[in-house]
């Protein structure tokens, strides 16, 4: 069966502490795997697109990775602004998974 | 505005009532995907559509629930009937090639209320 899981559920971070948020993934025929930020009460706001495992995006402070099973989003010296959650996704053929997304914190 | 359009931001019905959730998609975007979206839960696929096409409506209800995009005008989720349990986040994304790996931009969603 396809499944996105992502860990942990929740995270606090105290402002320039990094830390790393996981995708792990089981699906057959991954076109490719997507990272949103979606703040309360709005809609996901893409981040990334990661096509193949060893590929690396990165974008001000978050940093996305993929290998063939899992996916990490780092986030370098976090800022309270950065407070979000974060869900990843994998797309098949038609179909697009969501994991339940990683609720981050960041305490000034 | 470029992005996704969604309207309305919030509807509330009584149980029995029909739901129309409308979805405008992104300027060059043929494709949309419908998702609901439950408190603590993670986005659930419902439906993939073209212009005058579904293409998957793997993760819609049997029952109550049907979803268009016709040649002119926004795609239309239209919930019938409606439950409690129909209360929800309904999120449209949109898309821009039907081919490959398909990045989607997501609407500001409708917040369905059922009294």
């Known amino acids: 069966e396809d499944q996105v899981t992502q860990s942990p559920e929740a995270l606090r971070l105290q402002e320039g502490e990094s830390s790393s948020l996981n995708c792990s993934y089981t699906?057959?025929?991954?076109?490719?795997l997507f990272w949103y930020r979606q703040d309360p009460g709005k809609g996901p706001e893409f981040l990334f697109t990661l096509y193949s495992a060893g590929e690396e995006k990165e974008k001000e402070r978050l940093k996305a990775t993929l290998t063939k099973k899992e996916s990490f989003l780092h986030i370098t010296a976090p800022k309270p602004e950065d407070s979000a959650t974060y869900l990843c996704a994998v797309q098949t053929r038609n179909q697009f998974y969501f994991g339940t997304g990683t609720s981050l914190t960041v305490i000034p | 505005n470029a992005g996704v359009m969604q309207n309305p931001r919030h509807l509330v019905r009584r149980r029995g009532q029909e739901a129309r959730l409308r979805c405008s998609p992104m300027?060059?975007?043929?494709?949309v995907y419908w998702y609901r979206q439950l408190p603590e839960e993670g986005l659930k696929f419902m439906v993939y559509?073209?212009?005058?096409?579904?293409?998957?409506e793997s993760g819609m209800p049997k029952e109550r629930f049907s979803a268009e995009f016709p040649k002119e005008g926004p795609s239309i989720l239209r919930i019938q009937q409606v439950v409690r349990g129909d209360s929800a986040a309904y999120f449209c994304a949109s898309s821009r090639s039907e081919r490959g790996t398909r990045e989607q931009f997501f609407g500001p969603g409708t917040r369905l209320t059922v009294l």
């Open positions: 300027k060059g975007h043929s494709h």
């Open positions: 559509l073209q212009k005058e096409n579904i293409i998957d």
């Open positions: 699906v057959s025929g991954l076109r490719g």
